[in-house]
């Protein structure tokens, strides 16, 4: 296990009990729930094209948050998280994922699918080529990466950051930066989409998201590269 992945372990076995609820004050400032965030990562995949019946790695899934959402809609999941609190956290919450809090457990060359939510940014800058490698090893031929994370060209982003209890260590991405690292790690077809545009009180402009993936504005980022 790496450094940063033994600090994390260690850290969110400390904030298994409470990330819900500090995750939810964290992004109270949006007008809405965790689970907004969670299924909105999960209509992204849909909207890519993954199938129903696609094998998804949820890696570095924590309690389970997105991995629980992701259960609702494809079949066959798998997660990933090296603190073991929240692995069993998580086991509890979707007990038909296979969940691992080792990453020699998970099958290498299997997924299709690999989901890396807001995970990086907990990562050293030195260590993220070696946790790129992790999940390329663990992807079969043609699948592919999706990376969320914060955007901090986003200054209500980074303020949420800046607040969060469990983002104390945060290295936020450029997406510039993120795209780089995908190309670097030997993934191809390496593409941006901006997401997560609209506060709940302009909820009813959020049909006009998808069309706005090229502004720089939004909260987050999200970067998907495909396995050669």
């Known amino acids: 296990m790496s450094g940063s992945s033994q600090r994390n372990a260690e850290k969110f076995d400390q904030y298994a009990n409470e990330y819900e609820r500090l995750h939810a004050q964290n992004v109270a400032i949006t007008g809405e729930e965790t689970d907004y965030f969670a299924y909105y990562k999960v209509e992204c995949l849909e909207r890519k094209g993954v199938a129903k019946d696609a094998k998804i790695l949820d890696f570095g899934c924590g309690i389970g948050n997105v991995t629980s959402k992701l259960s609702e809609r494809f079949s066959d999941l798998t997660g990933f998280e090296p603190s073991p609190i929240s692995a069993e956290k998580a086991r509890a919450r979707v007990p038909r994922a296979a969940i691992h809090h080792e990453i020699a457990a998970v099958p290498d060359a299997k997924f299709d699918v690999a989901v890396l939510s807001c995970v990086l940014h907990h990562v050293q800058p030195p ?58 790690s030997g993934f191809g077809e390496v593409g941006l989409d901006y997401i997560v545009f609209f506060p709940k009180p302009l909820s009813f402009l959020r049909g006009l998201e998808p069309k706005l993936r090229w502004l720089p504005a939004g909260a987050q980022q999200l970067v998907i590269g495909t396995k050669p």
């Not at 663990?138 to 200054?155: A, C, I, T, W, Y």
């Not at 607040?163 to 991405?173: E, I, K, N, P």
């Open 127 to 184: 260590e993220r080529a070696g946790v790129m490698q992790q999940v390329l090893n663990k992807l079969r031929p043609g699948g592919r990466l999706f990376v969320f994370e914060h955007n901090p060209l986003n200054p209500v982003t980074r303020r949420a950051v800046s607040t969060c209890a469990f983002d104390d260590d945060a290295v936020l991405l450029w997406p510039w930066e993120t795209k780089r690292l995908l190309q670097k």
